[in-house]
């Protein structure tokens, strides 16, 4: 697994699928970089005229709430709705998922276009669906990532998802397949957007790899991996965020399979 894992970061390089990012104004430069780093490349737009079109070019769709507001959820809406129409992946990043109603109530009709993937800490991931026991903790995780594998489960079910629970162990499921990583740092939790790259890693690899669960994980490993041994030489997020780039762009096959702490719960 970890060889495959790696032939598909190396065709992520070669295929530099274009992405098109929906994304929170917080962190779109970061996001850009993490796509760039990896070998993919990013488009961030917003404008309704041109959401249909967009996705035309696009090989897959990033819809992120952190930052809502009614004009940037229609974008959200035509863009979701156009991929679909096109058979090409969307990813779901329920940013801060049960902190308001309003925030609910979007997520509710997101739902309803079916995302082929969703990305979120286990606190969103409960949030969404309605299994939180714990207050969301604006966009961090108040719940460990195995308490939100009912709730992720209930998600695979009933929207025919895929499903990646981020936290201190990665879970990645659907219907038949299930995977847990281990990689990252801790000190990677205070650089915002983090959990922004790693959707948007998610849909680069979706764009060019069928098997989603396959897909989801190669994304992960390749940030977890890159975070943990850029953590190695960092002496603080900021010089963290600079080394995860890096380690994005240059790192070896040799690194990344020494690093990989992978297990394969189903599949």
């Known amino acids: 697994m970890k060889d495959l894992l790696w032939k598909n970061i190396a065709h992520l390089k070669r295929q530099s699928p274009l992405v098109h990012n929906i994304t929170n104004y917080v962190v779109m430069n970061n996001t850009a970089n993490a796509l760039l780093a990896a070998g993919a490349?990013?488009?961030?737009?917003?404008?309704?005229?041109?959401?249909?079109?967009?996705?035309?070019?696009?090989?897959?769709?990033?819809?992120?709430?952190?930052?809502?507001?009614?004009?940037w959820v229609t974008s959200m809406k035509k863009a979701a709705t156009q991929a679909n129409q096109l058979q090409k992946p969307w990813v779901l990043d329920p940013v801060g998922a049960g902190a308001t109603p309003y925030r609910n109530e979007t997520l509710a009709d997101l739902l309803k276009l079916r995302p082929t993937i969703?990305?979120?800490n286990a606190s969103e991931i409960m949030a969404l669906a309605n299994h939180n026991t714990t207050p969301t903790k604006g966009v961090d995780s108040s719940a460990e990532s195995n308490e939100a594998v009912a709730a992720a489960k209930?998600?695979?079910?009933?929207?025919?998802?895929?499903?990646?629970?981020?936290g201190e162990t990665d879970i990645i499921l659907n219907q038949e397949k299930e995977i847990h990583l281990s990689n990252g740092n801790a000190l990677m939790a205070k650089i915002t957007g983090m959990g922004c790259s790693a959707t948007a890693l998610v849909a680069a690899f979706a764009a060019i790899i069928s098997d989603k669960v396959e897909a989801v994980s190669s994304a992960m490993a390749l940030l977890g991996v890159a975070g943990e041994l850029a953590a190695r030489e960092?002496?603080?997020?900021?010089?963290?965020?600079?080394?995860?780039?890096?380690?994005?762009h240059n790192i070896t096959k040799a690194e990344f399979i020494a690093t990989l702490k992978i297990e394969i719960k189903r599949g």
């Open 154 to 166: 209930f998600l695979v079910d009933n929207y025919q998802t895929t499903v990646c629970i981020s």
């Open 41 to 71: 490349s990013p488009i961030m737009a917003h404008a309704h005229a041109e959401m249909e079109d967009m996705m035309k070019i696009c090989q897959a769709l990033v819809v992120n709430i952190g930052t809502l507001d009614e004009y």
């Open 234 to 248: 960092s002496k603080g997020p900021g010089s963290l965020q600079l080394n995860i780039l890096d380690k994005l």
């Open 118 to 120: 969703i990305r979120g």
